[in-house]
């Protein structure tokens, strides 16, 4: 049982960070928007991480340096993702939102280049020709997309994805300056709050949590929950298995991603989906990092420091 843990909480991790995206379909269903969302999300997971990090008796540290790495964070790993994702799910299918969280990696490969972090290889090239490849079956006409869905909300959804791999690369290049991953996201969890609630009321996207409740307001508190979570058992894999081993749950993320949006929001794909799917896998395991990579988790699965 020992031997299996690891891999055990590798897939109930997926299968939560997974959910995410069917869950923030539901949220996004009847009328909430992203500046009120954002709000309760990043106010929830940072009260959830603050127990964790008191629990721990690692505390909390907010001085200058602190702040501005919180205040980068927040603005590139939840806010500007954040606007692009759900503003996506409106129009998107919760699968096809999964699949393309598999292009994190894929886009964070260029962006290490650019950064200096990573060295030219053709198989990382070939990984992301796939993902582009992938993203084509999606787009193509007559192919995934029902007509009524126009193209260019997949590539709002991709903005999220570039933001992510942003971030990865951010933290690779200039660091957390000490603090551990749990600390910097709750750090950046509650800089994220403060800027999103006077956004949400100004533009009166604030949810009122006074109710009544519907299924709305019960995905944006169930995602907010599961993210802390898959979250917290992400950085426990790392210690516990290693980087390259965990760096395997977005395969999970995605996987999971489709079979939830399937199974509660009864959506079906045609064959070019499937064939999406697996190409984008086949990228994904392409640019996935070498044993020597040091991964470095933060607000989305897939986020490493390149090699």
């Not at 959830?48 to 603005?75: H, K």
Request: glycine fraction near 10%; charged fraction near 10%; hydrophobic fraction near 55%.
């Amino acid at each position: 049982m020992t031997r299996a843990l690891p891999l055990i909480v590798l897939i109930l991790a997926g299968a939560a960070w997974g959910a995410t995206q069917p869950l923030a379909k539901t949220a996004v269903s009847e009328g909430y928007r992203h500046f009120g969302i954002l709000f309760w999300q990043m106010g929830i997971g940072a009260a959830v991480l603050g127990l964790i990090c008191f629990l721990r008796g690692t505390g909390m540290r907010f001085s200058g340096r602190d702040l501005t790495l919180y205040l980068v964070l927040a603005m590139i790993g939840s806010i500007l993702p954040g606007i692009s994702s759900y503003s996506a799910a409106i129009h998107l299918p919760a699968g096809v939102l999964a699949i393309l969280l598999s292009s994190i990696p894929m886009i964070a490969f260029p962006i290490a280049l650019a950064f200096g972090l990573e060295r030219f290889r053709w198989r990382r090239l070939i990984g992301l020709s796939l993902g582009f490849t992938g993203i084509c079956l999606l787009i193509l006409p007559d192919t995934s997309l029902s007509a009524a869905v126009p193209v260019i909300w997949i590539f709002v959804a991709l903005i999220s994805s570039f933001f992510y791999a942003l971030e990865s690369n951010v933290v690779a290049r200039w660091g957390l300056d000490g603090l551990d991953p749990v600390q910097t996201l709750c750090g950046a969890s509650l800089v994220g709050t403060v800027i999103t609630l006077p956004l949400a009321i100004m533009t009166g996207q604030f949810i009122d949590p006074r109710g009544p409740w519907g299924a709305p307001d019960f995905a944006v508190v169930a995602s907010s929950l599961l993210h802390a979570a898959a979250y917290v058992s992400y950085v426990w894999l790392v210690g516990r298995a290693g980087p390259v081993f965990t760096v395997q749950i977005s395969y999970f993320v995605t996987l999971f991603g489709v079979t939830w949006a399937m199974i509660f929001l009864n959506e079906s794909y045609s064959p070019y989906f499937w064939a999406a799917l697996a190409v984008m896998l086949a990228g994904l395991a392409l640019v996935q990092p070498r044993p020597k990579a040091v991964l470095v988790p933060m607000t989305q699965p897939g986020h490493t420091e390149p090699s």
